[in-house]
């Protein structure tokens, strides 16, 4: 029978990220990596093959990690786990572990909406033929309507746009764009972003149904009216793919993904499991965290790797730090926001500011970005931040994150030191991520 | 007699951050800061007024953060302070003070070769009709040398360059340019970006004289050659300005700047110090450090002004964030770099790793960032970071900053979870951060 060390299933970001750790901590294991697709997409770059990266082809994950750290690959899809046995069936073969890594991911939500499964609506498959063919239907289409205005959304929507001649039209069921990730002040600019590019935003509003015979032909939205369409991308979230766990007999947590303890351990000893399939908790207090990214995916990925043959790393819980961009805007968030904050029983102090994320404000490049910081009102404990401006955004939020998960309070931040170069940031006498926490710093005092 | 709570004596960076910060925190207290100047250049700003800004008047801080803040401004030379009756002279005029920052900046250092003192040898003052007379100078010359190949040198190098039609050589008295901030290969890689760019940098070669007669002609290197020059550039550094504080007796410290305590305090009990002119301690080992920057003077600023009136801040040393940026080119460090490391006596691990900043690298606006940690190798904790890339570097140094100042241990970085988007960051699978700190953790471990 065929047999390794270690057997990952699933070669995206978490499988990919679990397989290399483990080779890292384990250089003497043999590690296989099985996986159904012979070609990979980065996952958060699928949006970008419609219009700036131009092909699936282009938006591969490399082998080559795999090919330089001596980690085996099988293309196969695997239909069965044997706890007891300590085997895996890929491919109608039987292979056998020592420790299993489950890295399966998740698959797009579907709506319980009518019409759904029209021809010409399509979910967003992390699937190369799939967004082929969706690419393709794209050059056939007038109007786009997408559903969801989360992340996917906006990207999918923004990059369809960028193909020309298409209306594109988003409805959100939620009062804003984006609403989960960022407080209303930076949803309302993102939204009206998009409109400005010349995207139909519609928010507040219900899909009550697809309509069409056999081909999609419209949304019929809440007020009633029908938005014509022959195209519709569903963005409204993933599930955990847990088919393979739940028929092994592995624990599911509160949300239906994979239960795990913070080892990334399931209920199996031997079988771990990081990304998407596995439940999360939040790094504030522990609740069920719905967060699904790649880069947690990746972190989860270290911890279980690490911990396979002695445990070694504690998953902290989930920050939550995204960012996303459309043509020079971009946004980003760390930790919670201050509706999260409140609606979790947080007392908080909040400090905002705006400038230039250069200086002088005249050098090449700049733009203005506005940072927003939410600590905890007593303790003074950073909770979270959202920042809004260019492409220095991406760097920024990391800076927070940082800062998040080190727990560090108000008074932290404000003697954080940080370095700054006119061409590059912000000046330091007006550097946002330590001016934020002195007003929130103010605003505590004032208080006491 | 004219009065005030609090009186400032500058109004650069450190000056302007302590009013503000004093402001933050005491709303009550009235503050007076006394600055030479009409107009104050933003310092970092300097190299670029003369090529990417256009003149010194676009590079102007403003004075409407001393107006929103209620802080009353005169433009005086201040010239005693009188310690024991708390009262400075400025303009002639006797000023009261309840407590005094002294803020008064730094002045170019002036370098022991023989003709330094000759018509068309600039130094880099912070002074507007200088820099103005500097800009016309360039128009009328055709070879600039530039002495000294740090951060100052290599600015103005390029700067020059971009005005047109003049050779500009830049000579580095020691192996490699940037050589104090960078390891070698960084400084290397520096040094190519400037040649392509068509700057000739001499390296490991001494200044023996700056020769002409009454005007500047030629500066003598010691391979015996001389290099013509119509205009010099000292670009050798900066002495603290301690003509005021050594007059009213307050004591200096090794470096002959004015002595302070972690809080900013002087030897006089109500007379704090920050800024360049101010002695630093490194936030490594303690030891006296060198360096004087904008970022720094703000943040010591910050703790001097929070702790006029009752101490709740303390100075933990010097880190050392830094930035400079050549075209597209960016060099990013924070804390100790490898060499300064072996040089203080720590035993050390490095991780490098080197990638796109875009995932997939296709994506617009991608180049290839290089990133190197140095973690103390028994203890695991981050001693510094250096980064190369594009425009990216600013806020990435300063992720790298939160994690130093925060004594991260290389588990703890490879822990850190950071938010990715493919046209923001690199890919969450090869986060240079966490990837650089795994290729250490895996070298200690081979170790041990």
């Known amino acids: 029978m065929k047999a390794a060390d270690v057997v990952i299933i699933g070669g995206s970001a978490a499988g990919l990220t679990a397989a290399v750790t483990t080779r890292r901590h384990y250089p003497d294991k043999s590690i296989l990596l099985i996986r159904k697709e012979e070609q990979v997409l980065i996952p958060c770059g699928i949006p970008y093959i419609i219009g700036t990266v131009g092909s699936p082809e282009k938006n591969l994950m490399p082998d080559t990690p ?7 690959l099988i293309v196969a899809e695997v239909t069965g786990i044997d706890c007891e046995g300590k085997t895996v069936t890929a491919g109608g073969e039987e292979i056998a572990y020592d420790k299993l890594i489950l890295a399966t991911g998740s698959l797009p939500a579907v709506p319980p909406i009518p019409g759904f499964d029209l021809e010409g609506v399509y979910a967003v498959q992390k699937d190369v033929d799939y967004m082929r063919d969706f690419q393709q239907r794209l050059t056939e289409v007038s109007e786009v309507v997408i559903i969801g205005g989360g992340f996917i959304g906006i990207e999918f929507a923004d990059e369809i746009l960028k193909t020309g001649g298409k209306t594109v039209t988003i409805v959100e069921i939620l009062p804003h764009c984006l609403s989960l990730a960022y407080d209303e002040e930076f949803c309302v600019e993102a939204e009206e972003v998009l409109r400005e590019r010349g995207i139909d935003v ?34 409204i979230g993933a599930v955990a793919n847990v088919e393979l766990a739940q028929k092994a007999g592995l624990r599911l947590g509160l949300t239906g993904s994979i239960a795990v303890d913070s080892t990334m351990r399931t209920s199996d000893d031997n079988i771990f499991a990081c990304g998407d399939c596995a439940e999360k908790l939040s790094f504030f207090g522990g609740r069920i965290s719905p967060l699904k990214l790649a880069s947690i995916a990746s972190t989860e990925a270290r911890v279980a790797g690490a911990n396979l043959f002695g ?8 920050v939550g730090v995204w960012s996303t961009a459309v043509g020079g805007f971009a946004l980003g968030t ?8 409140l609606d979790n029983g947080y007392e908080v102090a909040v400090g905002s500011v705006e400038g230039p994320n250069r200086h002088p404000g005249i050098m090449p490049g ?12 007593k303790t003074g404990v950073l909770l979270g931040g959202q920042i809004r401006g260019g492409d220095n955004v991406g760097g920024l939020i990391n800076s927070v994150a940082a800062c998040v998960q080190q727990r560090m309070t108000a008074e932290e931040v404000a003697m954080f030191q940080t370095g700054t170069h006119p061409a590059l940031t912000a000046s330091p006498v007006a550097y946002p991520l330590v001016n934020a926490a002195e007003i929130a710093i103010g605003q505590m005092r004032s208080r006491s």
Chains 1, 2 share one sequence.
Do not use: H, Y
């Not at 009550?208 to 963005?235: F, H, K, N, Q, W």
């Open 66 to 72: 795999l090919e330089k750290n001596n980690i085996d």
């Open 202 to 235: 519609r928010i507040d509003t219900r899909v009550e149904e697809i309509v069409g015979s056999g081909r999609v032909e419209g949304v019929r939205i809440s007020d009633g009216s029908t938005l014509p369409a022959d195209m519709v991308v569903l963005g």
């Open 311 to 318: 445990v070694t790393r504690d998953n902290p819980g989930t």
């Open 334 to 341: 760390a930790g919670l926001t201050e509706k999260m904050a």
């Open 366 to 377: 700049a733009s203005s970005t506005k940072m927003k910081l939410v600590f905890e009102a």
